[in-house]
């Protein structure tokens, strides 16, 4: 500070003491209660078809038609395979032998005709011809052997 006789060459700055904070008047209130939820407002109805396209569909390409099952050429197979499991038939005599003709002979003709229809199915209608000619061959095996058999037996009576 300097002496009050003297002037400034600067005036003095006055110095403001801070303001202290006003104190609040009143206190604060409770919290309102919140308001019942609203009711929800009705759908609008809509303006367009979710469902519609926008653009048309790019024509799809056109599928094949489903290949059809080589049943002829199955069957012949499955015959072939019962021809030959089911030979055990040729214990019996003569009737056991002519028995195992038929499922055999079904599946060499199924086969044939197979071949005609079905080419695409080669494994199966083969697989059947070669199982319906050895199940035949056995049959026939069969017969002779047991006429051959009862010949033998019967002329020395």
Avoid: C
Wanted: glycine share 10%; no cysteine.
């Amino acid at each position: 500070m300097t002496d009050p006789t003297s002037t400034p060459s600067e005036p003095e700055e006055a110095v403001v003491p801070p303001v202290p904070p006003a104190a609040d008047a009143a206190a604060p209130a409770a919290p309102e209660a919140p308001a019942a939820p609203a009711a929800p407002a009705a759908p609008a109805a809509p303006t367009v078809n979710p469902y519609a396209t926008t653009t048309p569909a790019a024509p799809s390409a056109a599928y094949a038609p489903a290949a059809k099952a080589p049943v002829l050429s199955i069957i012949s197979l499955i015959a072939g395979i019962i021809g030959i499991v089911g030979s055990f038939i040729v214990i019996i005599p003569v009737v056991g032998g002519v028995l195992q003709l038929f499922i055999p002979a079904a599946a060499v003709v199924l086969g044939f005709i197979g071949k005609a229809k079905e080419p695409a199915a080669k494994g199966f209608w083969i697989t059947g011809i070669i199982l319906g000619f050895i199940g035949l061959a056995i049959g026939i095996v069969s017969i002779i052997g047991w006429l051959g058999l009862f010949a033998v037996a019967g002329s020395r009576y």
